[in-house]
């Protein structure tokens, strides 16, 4: 079982960036999926989840109305669709079965001028 994400980068604040999270060995559609990120120094912590069906989403208070997660579960994808960027955004971000059982190896967002 592997969840692999793509997408990270360097941006400058107020830039956008879109992550995708491809699963293998694992049927994201049977999956509650969240995105979770841990900056440098910090806790890892909560960002954003998606129902199995993707009609229910969530989001931490910090990225609320900047970022959007979503699905395609023909694709057996997450994506997570970051705008408006800020510098405290930098982080690894990581793809996570909601049980917190199964976890992507991170991608680097770096927001930086």
């Known amino acids: 079982v592997q969840l692999v994400e793509s997408g990270g980068g360097l941006v400058q604040p107020g830039g956008s960036l879109r992550l995708s999270c491809a699963g293998s060995?694992?049927?994201?559609?049977?999956?509650?999926m969240s995105w979770y990120r841990q900056a440098p120094g910090k806790e890892r912590e909560f960002v954003a989840f998606?129902?199995?069906?993707?009609?229910?989403?969530n989001y931490a208070g910090s990225v609320k109305g900047r970022f959007i997660i979503s699905r395609d579960n023909a694709k057996n994808t997450v994506y997570l669709q970051m705008n408006s960027l800020e510098v405290e955004d930098t982080a690894v971000y990581y793809c996570?079965?909601?049980?917190?059982?199964?976890w992507g190896q991170g991608t680097q967002v770096t927001v930086s001028s």
């Open positions: 996570v079965t909601a049980n917190l059982k199964y």
């Open positions: 998606i129902s199995s069906g993707g009609g229910v989403t």
């Open positions: 060995g694992l049927t994201l559609s049977n999956n509650v």
